[in-house]
């Protein structure tokens, strides 16, 4: 993988395990969630420090690089977030409308 954007990712991993932290102490994430976090970030710092870990993934698959595997993985890790705030975002939509439409006859009444 080109350094520069090893770099950039291990600056950006960093940010984000920090990112983390600080959710984590303004009591916005709990210990659990703050514990995934942490895997996760410390994963993907391991895999942008040393790429040559997923190679046999990458033959396997038949990408040619090791950043193809990179930019397919994440475009799917993104569909699939996006995916997941929708449904949550639908999910909160029809709870706050039962809420209003509750609040809504109780002052009728």
């Known amino acids: 993988m080109i350094l520069g954007i090893q770099i950039i990712g291990v600056l950006f991993g960093l940010?984000?395990?920090?990112?983390?932290?600080?959710?984590?102490?303004?009591?916005?994430?709990?210990a659990k969630t703050f514990g995934v976090w942490l895997i996760l970030w410390i994963v993907f710092l391991i895999l942008t420090i040393f790429p040559?870990?997923?190679?046999?993934?990458?033959?396997?698959?038949?990408?040619?690089?090791?950043?193809?595997?990179?930019?397919?993985?994440?475009?799917?890790?993104?569909?699939?977030?996006?995916?997941?705030?929708?449904?949550?975002?639908?999910?909160?939509q029809r709870k706050l409308e039962d809420l209003v439409r509750k609040i809504a006859v109780e002052k009728k009444k």
């Open 15 to 30: 940010f984000m395990i920090y990112s983390s932290f600080i959710n984590f102490k303004r009591k916005e994430f709990s």
């Open 52 to 92: 040559n870990i997923l190679d046999p993934v990458a033959e396997t698959l038949d990408f040619a690089r090791t950043m193809d595997l990179f930019i397919v993985l994440g475009f799917m890790f993104l569909i699939g977030a996006v995916f997941l705030n929708y449904t949550l975002l639908r999910k909160n």
